[in-house]
C-alpha cells in the first residue's frame, strides 16, 4: 500500500467516525417523535439519580392528551420525592440540562405532603394535571384527589383579570411586529384553555378532549366569540399563516373577548 492510499484509507475512517459520532449526536437534540421515545431513558436518569427517594413520575399535558406535536410540543413530567430527596435537588442538574435539549421541560418536582396540601392553592393546575396524566414510574400521587370548586371559582377570576393586564402589557412591547405579536398568542393561549376547562369543570359541563372544541363549547356557555381564540390557536400550531396586519386585528379581537370574559367571570 502506497503512502497515498495509506492516508486515504486512514482519512475515509476518520470521516466515517466523525459521521457515526454526529449522527448519534443528532439524535441526541432532536425532538422525539413521541413521549414514549424519552420516557425510558429519563426514568433511569432519575431512578439513579434518587434511588428510593423517588416516589412517582408522572407525564402530563399534551404528550399525556394525545396532542403532542413533535418540534412544537414540550413535554412535561410530574416528580414526586420524599422529604429527604427533596433536600437533594441539585443530583437533578445535569439531568435537567440533558432532557431539555430533547424538549422535556424543567420537571414538577413536589412532595407528597406538598400535593395533598397545596390542591386550595392550585386547584385550576392541578385539575388541569390530573385531567391528562399517565403515572411512568412509581405508584399514582393523583389518584383520589379532588379539587375544591369554591377555591377553583376565586383562582378562574383572578387568573383571567391577571391574564388580561399581562395581554395588555404585553401587546404595547410587542411594537406591533408580527413575530412579537404570535409570540404572545402562542405564550397565552395555552393559559387560556386551561381557564376555560376550569370554567367548564365549575359549571357542570363535560370537558372536550381537543383544545378547540374546548373554545368552541366555551364560547357557547359563556357567549364569546370563539373565532379569536380558534384562529389565533390555529397559527400557534401551524395550521394558519397570516400577514402581520391580520395577526394584529386577531389579537385586538382577542384581547376584547378576554375582557368580556374577565367582565362574565366576575358575575359567575
Same mark, same amino acid.
Given at each position: 500500500?502506497?503512502?497515498?492510499?495509506?492516508?486515504? @484509507?486512514?482519512? @475515509?475512517?476518520?470521516?466515517?467516525?466523525?459521521?457515526?459520532?454526529?449522527?448519534?449526536?443528532?439524535?441526541?437534540?432532536?425532538?422525539?417523535?413521541?413521549?414514549?421515545? /424519552?420516557?425510558?431513558?429519563?426514568?433511569?436518569?432519575? @431512578?439513579?439519580?434518587?434511588?428510593?427517594?423517588?416516589?412517582?413520575?408522572?407525564?402530563?399535558?399534551?404528550?399525556?392528551?394525545?396532542?403532542?406535536?413533535?418540534?412544537?410540543?414540550?413535554?412535561?413530567?410530574?416528580?414526586?420525592?420524599?422529604?429527604?430527596?427533596?433536600?437533594?435537588?441539585?443530583?437533578?442538574?445535569? /439531568?435537567?440540562?440533558?432532557?431539555?435539549?430533547?424538549?422535556?421541560?424543567?420537571?414538577?418536582?413536589?412532595?407528597?405532603?406538598?400535593?395533598?396540601?397545596?390542591?386550595?392553592?392550585?386547584?385550576?393546575?392541578?385539575?388541569?394535571?390530573?385531567?391528562?396524566?399517565?403515572?411512568?414510574?412509581?405508584?399514582?400521587?393523583?389518584?383520589?384527589?379532588?379539587?375544591?370548586?369554591?377555591?377553583?371559582?376565586?383562582?378562574?377570576?383572578?387568573?383571567?383579570?391577571?391574564?388580561?393586564?399581562?395581554?395588555?402589557?404585553?401587546?404595547?412591547? #410587542?411594537?406591533?411586529?408580527?413575530?412579537?405579536?404570535?409570540?404572545?398568542?402562542?405564550?397565552?393561549?395555552?393559559?387560556?384553555? #386551561?381557564?376555560?376547562?376550569?370554567?367548564?369543570?365549575?359549571?357542570?359541563?363535560?370537558?372536550?378532549?381537543?383544545?378547540?372544541?374546548?373554545?368552541?363549547?366555551?364560547?357557547?356557555?359563556?357567549?364569546?366569540?370563539?373565532?379569536?381564540?380558534?384562529?389565533?390557536?390555529?397559527?400557534?400550531?401551524?395550521?394558519?399563516?397570516?400577514?402581520?396586519?391580520?395577526?394584529?386585528?386577531?389579537?385586538?379581537?382577542?384581547?376584547?373577548?378576554?375582557?368580556?370574559?374577565? #367582565?362574565?367571570?366576575?358575575?359567575?
Amino acid at each position: 500500500m502506497t503512502t497515498g492510499t495509506m492516508i486515504k @484509507t486512514i482519512w @475515509t475512517r476518520i470521516r466515517t467516525l466523525l459521521k457515526r459520532e454526529f449522527e448519534k449526536l443528532l439524535k441526541k437534540l432532536k425532538p422525539p417523535e413521541n413521549p414514549d421515545e /424519552v420516557i425510558p431513558g429519563l426514568i433511569d436518569d432519575y @431512578t439513579r439519580v434518587y434511588g428510593d427517594d423517588l416516589l412517582s413520575i408522572c407525564l402530563y399535558g399534551s404528550g399525556a392528551r394525545g396532542d403532542y406535536i413533535p418540534g412544537r410540543s414540550d413535554l412535561n413530567f410530574l416528580i414526586v420525592l420524599t422529604e429527604e430527596g427533596m433536600t437533594r435537588l441539585d443530583k437533578a442538574f445535569r /439531568v435537567v440540562a440533558r432532557w431539555r435539549r430533547r424538549r422535556v421541560a424543567v420537571p414538577l418536582f413536589m412532595t407528597a405532603e406538598y400535593l395533598t396540601t397545596s390542591l386550595d392553592t392550585f386547584p385550576l393546575e392541578f385539575l388541569n394535571i390530573k385531567r391528562h396524566y399517565r403515572v411512568v414510574w412509581g405508584e399514582d400521587p393523583l389518584a383520589g384527589i379532588t379539587v375544591g370548586k369554591d377555591q377553583l371559582r376565586l383562582q378562574l377570576e383572578r387568573e383571567v383579570k391577571g391574564k388580561l393586564l399581562q395581554l395588555r402589557e404585553a401587546y404595547l412591547a #410587542s411594537r406591533g411586529w408580527k413575530r412579537n405579536l404570535v409570540a404572545l398568542a402562542a405564550q397565552s393561549l395555552t393559559s387560556f384553555v #386551561s381557564i376555560f376547562q376550569g370554567i367548564l369543570y365549575l359549571r357542570g359541563k363535560e370537558i372536550p378532549h381537543e383544545r378547540r372544541e374546548s373554545i368552541e363549547v366555551m364560547a357557547a356557555e359563556t357567549g364569546l366569540a370563539p373565532e379569536p381564540f380558534t384562529r389565533l390557536l390555529a397559527v400557534k400550531e401551524g395550521r394558519l399563516k397570516l400577514p402581520a396586519r391580520e395577526i394584529k386585528r386577531l389579537v385586538v379581537n382577542y384581547m376584547e373577548e378576554v375582557r368580556r370574559l374577565a #367582565s362574565w367571570v366576575d358575575k359567575m
